[in-house]
């Protein structure tokens, strides 16, 4: 088993910043991916950026682009999604999420996934 455990998330204005992170700890694969989706009320859960854990360039959706950065501390088994320049259309419950082997941009491959955390941006 995988656990996730994700944190960071708050409430702030438009323009403002926040940082997430998600603790992944359990068993681990000699290959696998991380992404960031987030689901607003009413809405279906959309991708928002995805890593290869062994290395690479993350890859984002257009909407977040020069805004949100995945990094990643190997020592502390941590991702981080840094966002910057939030607009209220961010505002969502943010997940992250890992599956085996290269990263994808649907949901539907992950098979682990983290509680959560709330993302707010007031206008």
């Known amino acids: 088993q995988v656990q996730l455990v994700e944190s960071g998330g708050g409430l702030v204005q438009a323009g403002g910043s926040l940082r997430l992170s998600c603790a992944v700890s359990?068993?681990?694969?000699?290959?696998?991916?991380m992404g960031w989706f987030r689901q607003a009320p009413g809405k279906e859960r959309e991708f928002v950026a995805a890593?290869?854990?062994?290395?690479?360039?993350?890859i984002y959706v257009d909407s977040v682009k020069g805004r949100f950065t995945f990094s990643r501390d190997n020592a502390k088994n941590t991702a981080y999604l840094q966002m910057n320049r939030l607009i209220p259309e961010d505002t969502a419950v943010y997940y992250c999420?890992?599956?085996?082997?290269?990263?994808?941009?649907?949901?539907?491959?992950?098979?682990?996934w983290g509680q959560g955390t709330q993302v707010t941006v007031s206008s």
């Open positions: 359990g068993r681990t694969f000699s290959s696998y991916a």
């Open positions: 999420a890992v599956k085996r082997g290269s990263y994808s941009g649907s949901y539907q491959p992950y098979e682990y």
């Open positions: 890593f290869n854990w062994r290395g690479g360039s993350p």
